[in-house]
């Protein structure tokens, strides 16, 4: 079975930063994915980011784009998203999710292991 565990979250005001970690533990695979989703209240889980095993490729929602950055050291089994900028409307809370999978995945169906959630809030 697989732990995720999001850290990282808190208060912050606009404008500023945060760095969300993701920590995997327990059964390992030889490549997995890792996504970054998010839900603010009343709203559906949206995709935020994702990387692919090796770290050679990233993709990001179009609203996070230039702001967001996933990254991973797999050494650490660790997986982070540096958000800069930050505006009121990233107030959420953030999951991280994995899928053993070698490529680049964007849709919450298509992740097999989710953590708790961190909760960010921007404030004005």
């Known amino acids: 079975q697989v732990q995720l565990v999001e850290s990282g979250g808190g208060s912050v005001q606009a404008g500023g930063s945060l760095r969300l970690s993701c920590a995997a533990s327990?059964?390992?695979?030889?490549?997995?994915?890792i996504g970054w989703f998010r839900q603010a209240p009343g709203k559906e889980r949206e995709f935020v980011a994702a990387?692919?095993?090796?770290?050679?490729?990233?993709a990001y929602a179009a609203s996070v784009k230039g702001r967001f950055t996933i990254s991973r050291d797999n050494a650490k089994n660790m997986v982070y998203l540096q958000m800069n900028s930050l505006k009121s409307e990233d107030t959420a809370v953030y999951y991280c999710?994995?899928?053993?999978?070698?490529?680049?995945?964007?849709?919450?169906?298509?992740?097999?292991?989710w953590g708790q959630g961190t909760q960010v809030t921007v404030y004005s």
């Open positions: 990387i692919d095993w090796s770290a050679g490729s990233t």
């Open positions: 327990g059964r390992t695979f030889s490549y997995y994915t």
């Open positions: 999710a994995m899928n053993p999978s070698m490529i680049i995945l964007r849709r919450e169906r298509e992740y097999n292991y």
